[in-house]
């Protein structure tokens, strides 16, 4: 009996601790496919967010038929406990429906004008201020990868960026201050995430965008060609203005949405999302599998045909200080900036 009972105790000792073992990784595995502590459980819907700059940094704007509405302003006024920041509602922090309660008070106060910025008036910063990681897609329209001389890739091409490349709408960008004179545009798609995202398939990717933004991966080509890596023409600061609204996935389809470039009025792209190589959900979840995706991080889904780099080298007048530039998206509005 006794050694019955210690070779009882030894197999029921050795259970519990492989079990104990195989915790964390079951823990991490169930903690991936749920929304961590301080993300939203349900990605807001019917939304457009901006970022406005005030005299003490950024504030939320919110979209509305009365212009931006001004939610720092009306958050303390009205004590909705709404988010005031775009990273607030990022990491779902005050009542998200407080907006709607703000926008609604607003409306009706005798002040109105004081909580509502005119579009043609609002100064604004970039949509998202805060990312942790911007991702750009190399030669991800099938007719810009032919423009260039290149075959369509067969899995996405990454590069970064970093946070002090972000620019805005209205914004400007100094290349009189650079090491570099082939200035290039790339009007782009931007998709910002919305949850913590880990090996998601393709099939689940959507309910991980929160939205999409309108941007331009503002290039120098002869910094990107010294080397086989892109990061130093694509990384000069000011070089990714995105806005002025972030609009909530559910009102966009951002695979099928028109896309133009505009340098000093004259139209040098025009095409669709359509001609992506890799669609939205494609590079979320290929992303996905190499590294953790947090809420408020962007990806850059590249640019289609008509980039000056395109061009035959006769033909190729680089961008200067002066130009104004306007990269329009269908349905996520205007993106304009000027060179300086």
């Known amino acids: 009996m006794d050694h019955d009972r210690r070779t009882f ?10 079990a104990a073992a195989s915790l964390p990784a079951a823990t991490e595995a169930a903690a991936q496919s749920g929304p961590k502590a301080g993300e939203p ?29 001004d939610v720092v302003a009306a958050e303390q006024d ?25 926008v609604d008070k607003a409306r009706a106060s005798a002040s109105a004008e004081r909580y509502f910025v005119a579009l043609d008036k609002a100064a604004f910063g970039p949509c998202v201020t805060n990312p942790e990681k911007i ?25 970064n960026k970093y946070n002090t490349a972000l620019n805005c709408h209205g914004g400007t960008i100094g290349v009189s201050e650079e090491d570099a ?53 694509k990384s000069l600061d000011g070089s990714a203005p995105i806005g002025p609204w972030l609009v909530t996935a559910d009102q966009v389809d951002g695979d099928n ?13 025009s095409s669709n999302t359509s001609d992506m190589v890799f669609n939205c959900k494609q590079l979320v979840s290929y992303v996905s599998k190499y590294f953790t995706l947090k809420p408020g991080d962007i990806i850059f889904t590249g640019t289609p045909e008509g980039v000056i780099s ?5 033909k190729q007048v680089w961008l200067k200080a002066g130009d104004t530039l306007v990269t329009s998206i269908e349905k996520l509005g205007d993106l304009s900036f000027t060179l300086t």
């Open 9 to 18: 105790l030894k197999t029921t000792s050795l259970v519990a601790a492989m």
């Open 135 to 159: 991702i750009c897609i190399g030669l991800n329209y099938r007719r810009h990868a032919a423009e260039t001389g290149n075959p369509v890739p067969k899995q996405p091409i990454l590069f």
């Open 257 to 269: 949405l028109k896309i133009e470039c505009r340098v000093n009025g004259q139209v040098r792209q």
């Open 41 to 69: 459980k349900e990605l807001p819907k019917g939304m457009t967010f901006a970022t406005l700059r005030r005299q003490d940094g950024f504030g939320l704007g919110l979209r509305t038929d009365r212009g931006v509405l």
């Open 181 to 233: 004179q082939k200035f290039d545009y790339e009007a782009e798609l931007v998709i910002v995430i919305g949850r913590r995202a880990r090996n998601v398939s393709e099939a689940d990717a959507p309910n991980y965008i929160f939205g999409y933004a309108t941007g331009n991966d503002f290039t120098a080509r002869d910094l990107q060609s010294r080397s086989s890596q892109w990061m130093l023409g």
């Open 310 to 314: 395109g061009y035959p080298k006769d």
């Open 78 to 102: 009205f004590r909705e406990g709404a988010p005031t920041t775009i990273d607030a509602v990022f990491q779902a922090q005050g009542d998200i429906n407080g907006l709607r309660r703000l």
